[in-house]
């Protein structure tokens, strides 16, 4: 077996092993042209070699040319020290994707898949080790990934490589109905008695005060959600949510803060319209659910501004139609959390562990 950086012709055989490995599928059709491309990764490909190069190398894996950071910090491509014959027929057997997250700090790792055929023969581990070794070239503290719950073996396996369960986050998403759900008027937020508003660069500090004293601040590992990884919440972060007017806040009759959500209208990969609330946080069940309603009540507006551009647009699709009415929620679990969704059309759920390791 070796380990080297995929082609564009790897994707068709890798694919017909990525589409059932969750009860609804997979996703890696919508990313591996995404991850092929990101500048500050490296999407691998695990190779079977035959049996000649087997006997050559004893068994050992080996690692194809390679990216590494020069003096400048880009990628360049380097030879590695072995070079081996080029074998017939080789197939690839295994996909792993790591990036480099936006702080330079830590590598993400995600998107381990393993041709059925091929498991339980360390497939798996040595493309971790791969992907450690590049955290380590590209001067990573550290290294994260989530893992489902229920995924026993995925878990096990990263136990044992050192990775440390750090968080614990629910994910739902939710059926919307129109105003159903809607609680708060947003063209009388003035007059709200709640005082759930979208944060101003003025909140900042205080906003960053209630962070440092928040249990679930802590408890969350200080993270966010953001595509399917888990980036860092810090002050610059912070600056740049209010900034895009994806922060809100909820504060009690003396304008202290007692809550926060932060929201993303982009949607994510090829999934553009779809609504999410990426971290949720506050002192109460009941803030909680004003905060929630609140964010819902301003992505109604952002529809029903969107429905009068695109009601003559004949391009758009039922699909279109469909991703809008659907608001996803990623947060740390707690059981306020747990209390609220029960007053929702939860069209499916899942709890997912994040998983640290200092490198």
């Known amino acids: 077996m070796k380990i080297r950086l995929a082609k564009k012709s790897d994707k068709d055989t890798i694919l017909q092993f990525c589409t059932d490995t969750f009860t609804w599928g997979d996703y890696i059709d919508r990313v591996f042209d995404i991850w092929y491309q990101e500048p500050d990764g490296e999407l691998l490909v695990a190779e079977e070699s035959n049996d000649k190069v087997d006997r050559n190398l004893n068994g050992n894996s080996v690692r194809e040319p390679n990216r590494q950071p020069n003096a400048d910090g880009n990628n360049t491509t380097i030879t590695a020290n072995l070079i081996t014959n080029t074998a017939t027929n080789v197939q690839p057997i295994a996909l792993s994707h790591v990036i480099l997250c936006p702080n330079k700090k830590r590598v993400w790792i995600e998107g381990i898949r393993v041709k059925q055929s091929f498991r339980r023969n360390k497939v798996a581990t040595t493309l971790i080790d791969e992907m450690l070794q590049f955290g380590r070239r590209m001067g990573a503290t550290e290294a994260s990934a989530i893992i489902s719950v229920n995924n026993t073996a995925s ?160 391009t758009r699709s039922h699909q279109d139609d469909d991703n809008s009415n659907q608001l996803q929620i990623i947060s740390y679990q707690t059981n306020e959390l747990l209390e609220i969704m029960n007053n929702f059309e939860v069209i499916d759920s899942a709890q997912f562990l994040l998983y640290d390791l200092s490198l």
């Open 155 to 314: 878990r096990s396996l990263f136990e044992k490589k050192g990775f440390n369960s750090v968080s614990k986050w629910g994910y739902y998403n939710i059926k919307l109905h129109g105003n159903k759900h809607s609680r708060i008027s947003v063209s009388n937020q003035s007059k709200n008695e709640l005082k759930v508003r979208i944060a101003a660069m003025d909140d900042l500090d205080n906003i960053w005060d209630y962070l440092q004293c928040s249990e679930i601040y802590r408890l969350s590992g200080k993270t966010y959600f953001e595509a399917w990884r888990w980036y860092y919440l810090n002050y610059e972060k912070i600056v740049d949510f209010i900034k895009h007017q994806n922060l809100i806040i909820i504060e009690n009759d003396n304008t202290i803060i007692e809550g926060v959500a932060i929201t993303n209208y982009t949607g994510y990969w090829d999934r553009a319209e779809v609504f999410q609330i990426v971290y949720l946080d506050s002192t109460s069940t009941s803030k909680l659910r004003d905060l929630l309603f609140y964010c819902i009540d301003l992505y109604t507006v952002s529809l029903s501004d969107n429905k009068k551009i695109y009601d003559n647009d004949n």
